[in-house]
């Protein structure tokens, strides 16, 4: 009776004599001559349940006792409210946190390579793939940019290839991609020349035109171009 009572409208409830009222209720026996308030737990619009308690029937009409038990089921509602959103915000925090390890995972053992620059070009990250095909390591990569003399840059013809023609730095300069660029970059490790073939793509803020980062892919094509130039020689 006076679940319905509170689902119909908010407020407090007052049933004055629950063993007559309340027949069916499996608690009526604990009413015993006491009277009841019951009030709905609801907080935004959500109703999160319901609040009963017994009072001595002199008791139950006071307007006074009515505020005061509206005022405690509130503070109830507001807690599970709370703890509600707590609840969906450790949910969002799992699976975010899963979907990074998904990301770090692919991140770490792509065959590509991949480097992001930051809008001044220099390079605030790199997977372990782009150390193998560089022949450096990401410590040493951090803070260079494509303008370093260190790439030792050359196009497909063997003429030197300027540093802010690279494609990180025209993506960050034109805010688009930039795709299957071929060009060679010195090896130190192994004392070559590395053929790679490169997809630039910047990166925008909401709202932004201009891109605050800028990542490449990474192709490791040394073997198939070096098989290509020497069918041509032939």
Known sequence: YCVGLCLENPGVKVISSPRETCGTCPNVDKYDTLSAMS??????GVIYGLLSVSVPFDL?????GHSLFQEVADDIAFALHNLEIIKKQKIAEGKLSASEEKYRTLFNTMTQGVVYQDASGAIIS???AAERILGISVDQMMGLTSMNPR???IKEDGSIMQGDMHPIPIALRTGKEVSNVVHGVYHPEKDAYAWIRVNAIPLFRPGEKKPYQAYATIEDITLPKQAEDALRKH
């Open 39 to 44: 009030v709905r737990l609801e907080h935004s």
């Open 126 to 128: 790199a997977n372990p």
């Open 60 to 64: 139950v009409h006071h307007e006074s």
């Open 151 to 153: 790439w030792k840059a």
